[in-house]
């Protein structure tokens, strides 16, 4: 994404751009809410961004805002929480219109037992065991302000927030909560393995299609826009 962001931008700019993201997504995870800065000495309207950037990206990115901000912003680091949603479709048989929009459990999940479980990762721990091996992170400790879960037509919806999270955080702890629903794990398994901080002890890693990046918060005084496009979700 970043590199056609950037071939895209430069276009419009008619000079090379680079873009800093809030947030490194992996192949098939989606950024609904995704935020990149980029500096420029190109004079453009917002609007002219928008349509222009589009014109010279693939079909499966798109750029729903754009907003000078103060030199001070960066879409990193000025960051004050990101919120993801994790979509489970739970049915018997496979779901082709859900392909690569959401994980499959074909056996029914327990939805109360992995809300039990997961309220045990919330709050300032060491993710040491739901970080990836490669996880460049300088520290595993992360505050988890919610984790939600809730049943939605066919599907499971897991939502969490946190100040930041660590690579395959996300789908780590969506794999842990699906072993439990399932009956695999006691509810318990979820604080132990937090506790044992062994990422070989945590189960296995949710598939990417499942995970969406829904918004990135920052400091109201930046003045940007909220998700402009409708969430994902299952129907009920």
Known sequence: ???????????????????????RTDAGVHGVGQVVHFDTTAV????????????H??????????RETSDDFHARFSALARRYRYLIFNQPHRSALWRGRAAWHYRMLDVERMRIA???LVGEHDFSAFR??????RHPIRNLHELVLRRQGNGVVLEV?????????????????????AGDRPVE???????????????VTAPAEGLYLLTVRYPERFGLPGVTETLPGFVD
């Open 161 to 181: 927030e946190a100040n930041a999270f660590l690579h395959h955080m996300v789908r780590n702890i969506a794999g842990v909560l699906m072993a439990i629903g």
């Open 44 to 55: 453009r309207s917002e609007r002219a961004w928008v349509l222009g950037g589009n014109a």
């Open 132 to 137: 990836a091996a490669e996880c460049q992170a």
């Open 189 to 203: 398994w979820a604080q132990q393995v937090l506790e044992r901080r062994d990422r070989t002890q945590a189960g």
């Open 118 to 120: 997961g309220q045990a």
């Open 1 to 23: 994404m970043q590199s056609a962001l950037e071939q895209a931008l430069s276009k419009v700019a008619d000079h090379p751009v680079r873009v800093v993201c809030a947030g």
């Open 57 to 66: 990206l693939p079909l499966d990115i798109s750029l729903n805002w754009a």
